[in-house]
């Protein structure tokens, strides 16, 4: 069973940027989606972004300031993250094929 372990989470000040990346401990060469989603206390999960193919999705209240890519040599895929909202701050979880999930990693973006 492959593994989706997350890094790059952490504070950032309201404008500030962030980039996440998850690691698979397998070759992502067979993975049909990987994405991004996040879940903030209170709320339901949400999908934030994600790459399907050559083929980009975003939310609408992340587009224009996030960005996400994959390096299919390095089996990774990374969540760069520009002009940071507080009402991002959130626990982001990288997925794979909609069924295999990271850990998670914290995001808060505070003054």
């Known amino acids: 069973q492959v593994q989706l372990v997350e890094s790059g989470g952490g504070l950032v000040q309201p404008g500030g940027s962030l980039r996440l990346s998850c690691a698979a401990s397998g070759s992502i060469f067979s993975f049909y989606f990987m994405g991004w989603y996040r879940q903030a206390p209170g709320k339901q999960r949400e999908l934030v972004a994600g790459?399907?193919?050559?083929?980009?999705t975003y939310a609408d209240y992340v587009k224009g300031r996030f960005t996400i890519s994959r390096d299919n040599a390095k089996n990774t895929w990374s969540l760069q993250m520009n002009s940071l909202k507080p009402e991002d701050t959130a626990v982001y979880y990288c997925?794979?094929?909609?069924?295999?999930w990271g850990q998670g990693t914290q995001v808060t973006v505070s003054s």
């Open positions: 790459i399907t193919g050559g083929s980009t």
């Open positions: 997925n794979a094929n909609f069924g295999l």
